[in-house]
């Protein structure tokens, strides 16, 4: 299983500004995903992305709101561009490994006020 | 597309008795399905899964046993304890193209001694 750790834990952010959480696997991964998961309810694929590819967006997520980086096989950013209280959520990146299933961070809670 | 709808929450139980959280699913093709489990203050788990028709997952004295005919993947424990109080997501996996995994809206679990 793949170990996977996010930055920040949580964070609390004004209306307008933008936060990038940072996550790392302790092992090469080709494919990462980033999740939502809104109060009380359940997670919402944002978005999947390769090492050396953009990111391939789900249906109303667009990457001038949520930029992706992915620049090697460990690591990923998410940022939240023009927060707004609706954006106060646990973000969560995963990894695939060979047996198909997929490993959690931690994720980062993100509350905007 | 692919959906995954889960019994309501909160469900609360005593220390022991029987469990079932209930989830069917709607998909094209044969999804793999999982049952993850998030604990308080804590990040999701894999907690089991199943690839194919007929094939039961278990784990922790959790089980679920996929269901084509009724597309049904429902959880269950014979005896539940109070560390098993958490919010379980049940989720699908299309096994065309990427492993994009489709969740639930997962079902709180209180077990009260």
């Known amino acids: 299983s793949a170990v996977i750790s996010q930055k920040p834990s949580r964070d609390i952010c004004q209306r307008g500004t933008s936060l990038t959480i940072q996550c790392q696997v302790d092992?090469?991964?080709?494919?990462m995903f980033w999740y939502r998961q809104q109060p009380g309810q359940s997670l919402t694929l944002i978005a999947t992305?390769?090492?050396?590819?953009?990111?391939?967006?789900e249906s109303g997520f667009v990457i001038d709101k949520f930029p992706i980086s992915r620049p090697n096989l460990t690591f990923s950013t998410l940022t939240v561009s023009n927060m707004s209280p609706e954006d106060s959520s646990i973000y969560l990146c995963?990894?695939?490994?060979?047996?198909?299933?997929?490993?959690f961070g931690p994720g980062t809670r993100l509350t905007v006020t | 597309g692919d959906s995954v709808t889960q019994m309501e929450g909160p469900v609360t139980l005593s220390e022991e008795a029987f469990l079932t959280i209930n989830c069917t699913y709607t998909a094209t093709g044969y999804p793999s399905l999982f049952w993850y489990v998030q604990y308080p203050g804590e990040g999701l788990q894999l907690l089991l899964k199943a690839t194919k028709a007929d094939d039961k997952g278990s784990n922790k004295g959790f089980e679920a046993t996929y269901r084509k005919e009724t597309t049904s993947f429902h959880l269950e424990k014979g005896s539940v304890q109070v560390s098993d109080s958490a919010v379980y997501f049940c989720a699908l996996s299309d096994q065309g193209g990427y492993q994009k995994v489709t969740f639930g809206t997962g079902t709180k679990l209180q077990v009260i001694p």
């Open positions: 092992s090469q991964v080709t494919m």
């Open positions: 995963s990894v695939e490994d060979s047996r198909d299933e997929q490993y």
């Open positions: 992305a390769n090492q050396g590819s953009e990111a391939t967006y």
